[in-house]
């Protein structure tokens, strides 16, 4: 069933409807009601009129596949047409006062783009995870917070209760923010060692599927 | 069933003029002790040099409105740039404002904003690929239910009046005539048919 699931999916990607297989799942799903409903009515022929069930069909059909395959997306999860590009370059200003980091310069090795905010509710649990990951890859990787529309005081008191391990940014102006497409915090960006944007996450980023990301650029 | 559809007509009008949600978690003005950040994707990267001459004051300002219209607040559910008062909003408005300032026309401003965003930072789809039915979809329809309801409006019309034979009664494409006046079948075969039943029935 899943191997049938994945080629009905590309093929009907490469046909022109781009799905997955849960895409897949509907397509096959609603064709075998609309199947039910045309074998019904033919059944019931002599007492229905025939004309309007087809016709209603015919036209309840295309619109109960587009909303069903369309529902199934969150309409913030998109796909960023950052990635496989250079990392937009920024120079912004670390929160402790110390000298501008300006994002070109940081090549070399992997670098990790956090957008975050205090007033953010995922971020929190996020940043724990940020920090164990950033510790753990010490020397070998780079981590970068942004914080973005936040006043320094209510960060410096956010980050002495959730503990810190790499620079804090302040993007003023929220220009990083624009630059760099962020629809909402918190947004990840994993950048290779030539200034590659190589997978961006939407909301807050798990350990696991942040180090198979990182762990093939380190290195590079 | 006219009743059923008032109702929908109602309640899809009323649907169309809600207005969009409003927008936006609680935010907070940068700090000004902040050096101020430079991040910048230098538009002629993107887009070139600017299309048209730069503007200023009150033409600046309605240009910045016009295409500001064209833009989707990132954190909004639907709303344009020009709408909403979030901060992202705001900070997006002021990019435009700049970008107009130099000259830059709404196409290149679109595109600078999509090289960031995606196609989704526009309010409008573009006309091309499967949103061509987005915009194609409502016309098509509109014509064919026209079209429907004139060719039914004529087929009833036809029904009403027969091309031939005024020996039948008026009252042919009614429904059943009283029992004791018609002795003589109707010219309606599928009348008489039902009127046999009828009578058989009644007997």
Redesign the interface.
Same mark, same amino acid.
């Given at each position: 069933m899943g191997a049938m699931l994945t080629s009905l999916a590309a093929a009907l990607t490469t046909a022109?409807l781009p799905v997955d297989e849960a895409g897949a799942a509907t397509v096959l799903g609603w064709l075998v009601v609309v199947l039910g409903l045309v074998a019904l009515g033919l059944a019931l022929r002599r007492t229905m009129n025939l004309k309007i069930w087809f016709g209603g069909l015919a036209l309840a059909a295309p619109l109960v596949l587009v909303l069903g395959l369309a529902f199934q997306n969150d309409?913030h999860q998109?796909?960023?047409?950052?990635v496989g590009k250079t990392a937009?370059?920024?120079?912004?200003?670390p929160?402790d006062g110390s000298a501008?980091v300006r994002l070109s310069e940081q090549r070399g090795m992997p670098t990790v783009v956090n957008f975050w905010a205090t007033?953010?509710e995922p971020c929190k649990a996020e940043h724990r995870t940020l920090v164990a990951v950033a510790r753990r890859m010490e020397g070998k990787a780079r981590f970068f917070g942004v914080v973005?529309?936040?006043?320094? %005081?209510?960060i410096d008191a956010w980050l002495d209760k959730m503990g810190s391990a790499y620079p804090q940014l302040?993007?003023?102006?929220?220009?990083? %923010?624009? %630059?760099?497409?962020?629809?909402?915090v918190p947004e990840t960006y994993i950048i290779d060692g030539n200034g590659v944007i190589t997978y961006k996450f939407t909301g807050p980023v798990e350990a696991g599927a942040l180090m198979q990301q990182l762990a093939p650029l380190v290195g590079s | 069933m006219r009743l059923l559809l008032l109702a929908v007509a109602l309640g899809g009008a009323a649907f169309a003029q809600a207005p969009a949600e409003a927008p936006a978690?609680? !935010?907070?003005?940068? &700090?000004a002790?902040?050096?101020?950040?430079?991040?910048?994707?230098d538009p002629s990267d993107l887009i070139g040099s600017p299309a048209g001459p730069p503007l200023t004051g009150a033409a600046l300002k309605e240009q910045t409105h016009a295409v500001s219209k064209l833009l989707r607040c990132? !954190?909004c559910q639907g709303l344009s740039v020009a709408d909403s008062r979030a901060?992202?909003a705001l900070?997006?408005k &002021?990019?435009v404002e700049d970008l107009v300032a130099q000259g830059y026309d709404t196409e290149q401003i679109l595109l600078y904003?999509? &090289?960031?965003?995606?196609e989704?930072?526009r309010l409008e789809p573009k006309f091309e690929g !499967?949103n061509v039915l987005v915009w194609a979809a409502p016309v098509l329809l509109l014509v064919v239910g026209a079209g429907w309801v004139l060719l039914s409006v004529r087929a009833a019309g036809r029904r009403a009046n027969p091309g031939s034979g005024s020996a039948a009664a008026p009252t042919s494409a009614n429904p059943v005539p009283t029992a004791p006046k018609a002795d003589a079948p109707p010219a309606d075969a599928e009348l008489a048919t039902y009127l046999r039943r009828v009578r058989e029935e009644n007997k």
């Open positions: 022109g309409p998109i796909d960023s047409p950052l937009p370059d920024f120079t912004l200003s929160i501008p007033w953010c973005y529309q936040d006043e320094v %005081a209510k302040l993007d003023v102006g929220s220009k990083a %923010a624009i %630059a760099y497409g962020v629809y909402g | 978690p609680p !935010v907070e003005a940068p &700090a002790d902040a050096a101020p950040a430079r991040a910048a994707i990132p !954190v901060e992202s900070a997006m &002021a990019e904003f999509e &090289a960031s965003y995606g989704f930072i !499967v």
